[in-house]
């Protein structure tokens, strides 16, 4: 198995080599946590603080919104048998913002997925192929318009429907990067880059001037990328097949499910790329959450969708974003807010098409 290291990593590499600050380097900092390594720079004089505070807020966002402790909110809410639930702030964002986007995507994002995530192992790390009965038994359960949610004078309370979970997993990291980004604007850390498991958020531009040069991975290599995106005070989130699976018999089964039919999204894309600006996101458009979750959300439901309906959905121009798809016949499709930040590998063996 694999797990989530690339984006960010490559990212970072890139990051520390072309930096070229001098003797005043960023504060670096790198921990593992949601299942993930993580990696923070924060450039001035709190960066240290601003790394250290970051950590803490991720530890306390993974106990309260991870699905195999028991005590976290999370749990306590698919323990709750349909009951209402109080609910802290980061869960009532993030059920908030899950609601939105599944309705965005045409459920193609669902976090009540939850059920049938766990019945292929990827919850535990016990893989296996459920039998067609015991899907179509679990699918019944996959709806999150389900979920109640309801502001009262004491707090927030949510209540899923009757034998429903929900995994956040699809999501988390990116709420985790706003929250860092948040922490960061805090601190007065103006100029600073933190990868969080395939989710990249850059704070202002380097302290150069120069955009932050971030690595889109190759989906088949660790190790290459795709192409560099220059970024300035934005996101840069990744989904990929590659990025959690098993093999069975011969068949590689991976870990980001479609919604419709329960088993792993065979739909012709081998990684998505969300990329947008740190203020995309919007309270009013129903994300309480931020512009990390949005691209976060996307890149799950976009790589179940397939290229024609994810590029659809960029056209509608619902939500601020662009894009970086990469198919399983060696395309990378670039769309063309990206054209001027987006620099294809030299020598890649892949064709490079801007989409407008
Ligand atoms: P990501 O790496 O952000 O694409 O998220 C993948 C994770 O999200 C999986 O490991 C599951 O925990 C969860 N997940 C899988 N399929 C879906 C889906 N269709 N909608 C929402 N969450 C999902
Ligand atoms: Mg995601």
Not at 11 to 37: I, K
Not at 60 to 86: I, K, Y
Not at 139 to 166: K, T
Request: some cysteine; overall charge negative.
């Amino acid at each position: 198995m694999m797990k989530q290291l690339g984006c960010l990593l490559l990212a970072l590499a890139l990051a520390g080599s072309l930096s070229g600050c001098g003797s005043s380097g960023p504060a670096e900092g790198q921990t593992f946590a949601m299942d993930t390594v993580m990696n923070f720079s924060a450039y001035g004089e709190k960066g240290e603080d601003a790394i250290t505070a970051a950590r803490e807020r991720i530890y306390q966002l993974e106990a309260e919104l991870s699905r195999t402790r028991e005590d976290s909110e999370v749990s306590q809410l698919n323990q709750a048998g349909g009951e209402m639930t109080a609910v802290g702030d980061d869960v009532w964002k993030l059920l908030t913002s899950a609601k939105t986007y599944s309705a965005a995507t045409g459920d193609a994002f669902d976090i009540t997925v939850a059920p049938v995530v766990s019945a292929w192992g990827f919850t535990t790390d016990t893989y296996q192929v459920p039998s067609q009965a015991e899907l179509d038994t679990l699918l019944q359960l996959v709806d999150d318009s389900r979920i109640q949610l309801e502001q009262r004078s004491d707090g927030c309370y949510a209540a899923l429907g009757q034998g429903q979970s929900i995994d956040l997993g699809g999501i988390a990291k990116g709420y985790a990067s706003d929250c860092v980004a948040e922490i960061f604007a805090q601190y007065g850390v103006e100029s600073g880059m933190i990868s969080l498991g395939g989710n990249v958020y850059v704070s202002g531009a380097k302290p150069d001037g120069s955009a932050w040069r971030v690595g889109v991975q190759a989906p088949q290599d660790s190790s290459a990328a795709v192409g560099i995106l220059d970024l300035t005070d934005a996101y840069a989130v990744t989904s990929g097949g590659y990025q959690r699976y098993f093999e069975q018999d011969g068949k590689r089964y991976h870990h980001i499910i479609d919604p419709a039919t329960g088993y792993p999204a065979e739909s012709g894309l081998l990684q998505v790329t969300v990329v947008a600006g740190a203020d995309a996101a919007r309270e009013d458009d129903g994300n309480p959450a931020g512009t990390g979750t949005m691209c976060d959300a996307f890149s799950t439901a976009l790589f179940v969708m397939g290229e024609e309906k994810a590029l659809d959905f960029w056209r509608s121009g619902a939500y601020e974003f662009d894009l970086i798809l990469v198919t399983d016949d060696g395309r990378v499709l670039v769309t063309d807010g990206l054209a001027d930040r987006f620099t294809p590998m030299d020598g890649s063996e892949y064709s490079y098409e801007t989409v407008s």
